[in-house]
């Protein structure tokens, strides 16, 4: 209940300052012409009174002492979210998102389904890699290789040549 | 006319043709259920197959790919909850469900004959109907376009009638995160943050990717148990038994309704299968008697996008029929 409010009003702080930042950096158009900055910002002028409106049926419909004792809840439900799987699970997509570029695919994705893999329960090191390593493989073999998708082989100059021995002994086509 | 339609069928059911074909519906349903490669994709990526074929064999094996990958992209949305394409999204909201309940079978079975409907439906009416269709979509201009994405962001006010405005604000948000990236007129870059990576905008593809699969996977973490039900008594009960006939009546006129409303959509220049299968999700939803099944597991649920989606596919390709193909058709010089 309370993460409802705090949504509601990053939300309602995001689109304040997105309505001043889009005015701020577009060049500034005509009067008689709509230029790149008035379309989103009309989308916000309706954006923000209906989250205010939102926020004003949150307070209406919750009554104060039940807000008070969802917010003294907040806390440590934050606590059981971080010891959780799921919280765990979110860490590694967004580690997962930020290794792509700078390590390149291939380790990325090997190491993201191991880690992952470990974090579902599987603790067979020798399935767990074996079926990394395979799925790694399929993947790149079917995006790189049979649809032409450029996959990031990394920045660092020891893992891109790896990258790209690992691809010179898989076959194209 | 006939004329016309017997010598397509003897092109079509040619043997070379044929065998043809079916490869671009294999190759076709391959790239649909694979998520990130779109319909659109699809064709990009069987283009270069085409390169030696005369025309009419590069048009029948387009047209396959292209129709076969709308379809593709229904059978992870219901077993996965990943639809393959952006138009197959409605269809997770009641075949993932019917999946888990062990009802995958009768779930892709629904599938795959609404498709075949609908796709057999709109090719029926581009047959018959094109040159005059096409004289009227032809006709559309800058605001009957204006209107037409209006209509499919109205879909909206019959997506959750409880509490409108947060579908409102869900709705603005998905407008605003359209809005970053380049300028499409000015060509200025807008809400970037002076990050090059959103230059380009943010896709459809990695968004529908991260709202269902991801949030999937992320669900499936927490509840191990899921996971663990593999062998269990529940599993036993899943099963591959297609959906009967009585069940196929039973949403006989829910099939008819889409697949004239997903024509029409997609002979609409601007609309296309995605809002066609939204817009007969969300119209058999205010239809039927009872809307609170949908979104729980229910065949109606997967027989009117899947019907909407693969009709659009038609009625989209009634548009570029006369001019285009009439040009790739003329012998070159």
Do not use: H
């Not at chain 2, 409303?261 to 002979?267: E, N, Q, Y």
């Amino acid at each position: 209940m309370a993460l409802e409010l705090i949504i509601n009003l990053l939300l309602l702080a995001t689109s304040l300052f997105c309505y001043w930042y889009v005015g701020a950096t577009m060049p500034s158009s005509a009067i008689n012409e709509l230029g790149a900055e008035q379309w989103p910002q009309a989308l916000l002028i309706v954006l923000i009174p209906a989250l205010c409106w939102n926020i004003f049926k949150y307070f209406k419909k919750n009554k104060k002492e039940e807000i008070t004792a969802a917010f003294k809840d907040f806390i440590p439900s934050i606590g059981r979210l971080v010891k959780s799987k799921l919280f765990a699970g979110m860490v590694l997509v967004v580690i997962m998102a930020l290794m792509y570029e700078p390590i390149g695919f291939m380790l990325t994705c090997l190491l993201f389904l191991i880690a992952y893999g470990y974090l579902l329960g599987q603790r067979k090191w020798p399935a767990l890699i074996g079926t990394s390593i395979i799925i790694t493989i399929v993947l790149y073999i079917g995006f790189a290789v049979l649809l032409g998708v450029m996959l990031p082989r990394g920045q660092i100059s020891f893992l891109r040549n790896l990258a790209l021995f690992i691809e010179s002994l898989i076959p194209r086509f | 006319m006939i004329d016309l339609l017997t010598s397509g069928l003897a092109v079509v059911f040619a043997p070379k043709m044929f065998i043809l074909i079916i490869f671009a519906v294999f190759l076709g349903t391959l790239f649909g259920a694979l998520p990130g490669v779109s319909a659109t994709m699809a064709v990009t990526l069987g283009i270069p197959f085409t390169y030696k074929m005369d025309a009419v064999n590069a048009i029948a094996f387009l047209v396959a790919i292209y129709c076969a990958s709308i379809t593709g992209g229904g059978m992870t949305a219901i077993l996965f909850k990943i639809p393959g394409v952006p138009s197959s999204a409605p269809t997770t909201y009641d075949g993932y469900p019917m999946a888990q309940r062990g009802e995958a079978g009768k779930a892709l079975g629904m599938q795959l004959l609404c498709s075949a409907i609908g796709g057999i439906f709109a090719a029926i009416c581009m047959l018959l109907l094109s040159p005059q269709l096409t004289q009227a979509a032809l006709s559309f201009g800058p605001s009957e376009l204006f209107a037409i994405s209006f209509m499919g962001l109205s879909i909206l006010t019959s997506l959750e009638t409880d509490n409108i405005c947060r579908t409102l604000i869900s709705g603005l948000i998905g407008l605003m995160l359209a809005c970053v990236g380049l300028d499409p007129l000015l060509g200025v870059p807008r809400l970037t943050f002076g990050t090059r990576l959103l230059t380009s905008g943010i896709e459809m593809i990695p968004v529908m990717i991260g709202f269902f699969a991801v949030t999937e996977v992320l669900k499936q973490t927490n509840k191990p148990s899921k996971l663990q039900a593999v062998g269990d008594s529940k599993n036993e009960q899943m099963t591959a038994k297609m959906p009967t006939l009585k069940e196929v009546l039973s949403v006989k006129w829910i099939i008819a309704r889409c697949s004239v409303l997903g024509t029409v959509i997609g002979i609409l220049p601007g609309a296309g299968a995605t809002i066609a299968s939204f817009l007969c999700y969300s119209t058999e939803q205010k239809l039927s008697k009872t809307p609170e099944k949908f979104g729980t597991g229910c065949l109606e649920g997967i027989a009117a996008p899947e019907t909407g989606n693969n009709a659009a596919t038609g009625g989209a390709w009634c548009r570029c029929s006369p001019w285009e193909f009439q040009e790739v058709m003329q012998p070159q010089s």
